[in-house]
């Protein structure tokens, strides 16, 4: 094979634009074909048309006449899995934007089909692709830090009411096709967190902890179905305890941070001017520094092209992505309702047309700091 891995894009709008930013430069990609419905929706639209990229409106028409090495999948929650099948049925390998599904029920259709097919599946779940989350897991594998005890992870971005009328799926549980979507806090903008606390804690490079229980409570601000607030306490196979704490219904913003706990070590990383590193502090008090794992969201795309070129690894796949799958399930399983905050301290920005909970920041924080469900 050459050393340039055509490519495809299913998506050109939305996260779909980081792609092609990177795609329409990268060297080492021959962009062959767009697969959307409404490409002109794209900023880089012109620029397709200039270069002459062919566009489908869906894979089917594409693989008709066409192979790709590897199709980037940057579409709507509802519409992963099957995507996914039928790039891997036509002989392609798939970048899939996280998560790797709404319904549960679909990983073993797709783990079936990746064995079958023998291409592989990624899921874009950007930290776990990077250099110091790797590093870091491989030491915590290795037992550098002996057992991990309890781990916590809290993102407060507020979003105002654009966010949430972005899309007609932007919020919903279900499509009218009766399809699931789930789509949330914890399952989209701030998946990639929950996901790290699995994948941190599982046993090999490509897996992520084994889910026994979910304790959590859901919460919803804004006009939407499913919940823009999520307090979660999960318990792993090995005894580990898993918190979680995330809001699009905060006045303040908070980056992401989370912490480890461990027998040798604690485990910190907090987004912000002062640190933007990972830090393990031993029990002696020495330490060891890991980079920034948000310096380099497309790291995810890099390993994908050395998997086909070279026959590398995939560090997060189907695999190492289904506790987070089986974490929404349970969350909304246990939640068949989602709370509505208590209207007297719900306010209405209307400059920023943003809605938020009073002192919510605070209280999230609070529960973060001190290993607590907000309930």
Not at 29 to 57: C, G, T, V
Not at 124 to 141: C, E, M, R
Not at 216 to 243: G, H, M, P, V
Not at 270 to 281: F, G, Q, R, Y
């Amino acid at each position: 094979m050459n050393t340039k891995v055509d490519t495809i894009l299913v998506g050109a709008a939305g996260y779909g634009e980081i792609y092609l930013q990177n795609l329409l430069q990268n060297q080492c990609i021959n962009l062959k074909a767009i697969i959307d419905i409404f490409p002109e929706k794209s900023k880089f639209y012109n620029e397709l048309i200039k270069r002459n990229i062919p566009i489908y409106s869906n894979l089917e028409d594409f693989f008709t006449k066409n192979y790709c090495d590897l199709t980037i999948i940057a579409t709507p929650i509802h519409l992963h899995t099957d995507q996914a099948i039928i790039a891997m049925e036509n002989g392609s390998n798939v970048l899939c934007e996280k998560p790797l599904c709404a319904d549960i029920h679909d990983v073993d259709k797709l783990l079936s089909v990746e064995k079958t097919t023998g291409k592989f599946m990624a899921v874009g779940f950007n930290w776990s692709f990077t250099k110091p989350i790797l590093d870091l897991k491989t030491d915590l594998i290795s037992g550098k830090f002996g057992k991990i005890k309890r781990a916590k992870s809290i993102t407060l971005w507020p979003r105002t009411n654009e966010y949430f009328t972005r899309s007609s799926w932007a919020g919903r549980l279900t499509h009218p096709n009766g399809q699931l979507i789930l789509d949330s806090v914890a399952n989209n903008a701030t998946a990639h967190f929950l996901h790290n606390l699995f994948y941190l804690c599982g046993e090999q490079i490509e897996d992520s902890s084994t889910i026994k229980e979910v304790h959590s409570f859901l919460y919803r601000a804004n006009n939407i179905e499913s919940f823009d607030t999520c307090s979660a306490k999960i318990i792993t196979n090995k005894e580990s305890e898993l918190f979680f704490f995330a809001s699009h219904a905060t006045q303040q913003e908070s980056a992401p941070t989370f912490e480890i706990e461990c027998e040798k070590a604690t485990i910190t990383y907090t987004n912000d001017l002062s640190n933007n590193a990972i830090i393990a502090t031993m029990n002696d008090g020495s330490k060891i520094t890991y980079a920034d794992p948000e310096l380099n969201h497309l790291a995810k795309l890099d390993i994908c092209i050395q998997a086909i070129i070279n026959e590398d690894f995939i560090p997060c796949g189907i695999k190492a992505s289904y506790a987070h799958v089986r974490a929404i399930y349970l969350m909304h399983q246990k939640n068949p309702i989602i709370r509505l905050f208590d209207k007297n301290d719900i306010v209405y920005d209307s400059i920023n047309k943003l809605t938020y909970v009073k002192n919510l920041d605070q209280q999230l924080t609070y529960c973060y700091d001190n290993w607590k469900l907000f309930e």
